[in-house]
């Protein structure tokens, strides 16, 4: 089995930081890529940021406030956000393309997201 952990959500007022850290454990031969992505109330889940061994990718409205980075010696993925604004409020979600073991394919895992809430 894969796991995908997520921790660092909560509540902050807008300008603030938080930083996001997702965990992949299990039989896992291989990371395609790791990343992030949020749905809000009401709305479509979205990418927020992927990182993969070829690029890094962010949405256009995280551009210059977000930062995603990973550590492949223990599969985690970070995501440091800055100057937090409230339409930042969203559930964020990991997501991984990996391949385990046993397996012939690589498949998408997700986590069971974190809450981050920005208010006054």
């Known amino acids: 089995q894969v796991q995908l952990v997520e921790s660092g959500g909560g509540l902050v007022q807008p300008g603030g930081s938080l930083r996001l850290s997702c965990a992949a454990s299990g039989s896992i031969i291989r990371i395609n890529s790791m990343g992030w992505y949020r749905q809000a109330p009401g709305k479509q889940r979205e990418l927020v940021a992927i990182?993969?061994?070829?690029?890094?990718n962010y949405a256009d409205s995280v551009k210059g406030r977000f930062t995603i980075s990973n550590d492949d010696t223990k599969n985690t993925v970070y995501l440091q956000m800055n100057s937090l604004k409230p339409e930042d409020t969203a559930v964020y979600y990991c997501?991984?393309?990996?391949?385990?073991?046993?397996?012939?394919?690589?498949?998408?895992?997700w986590g069971q997201g974190t809450q981050v809430t920005v208010s006054s």
């Open positions: 990182t993969s061994t070829s690029s890094i």
């Open positions: 997501q991984a393309n990996l391949q385990k073991f046993g397996t012939p394919w690589s498949a998408d895992y």
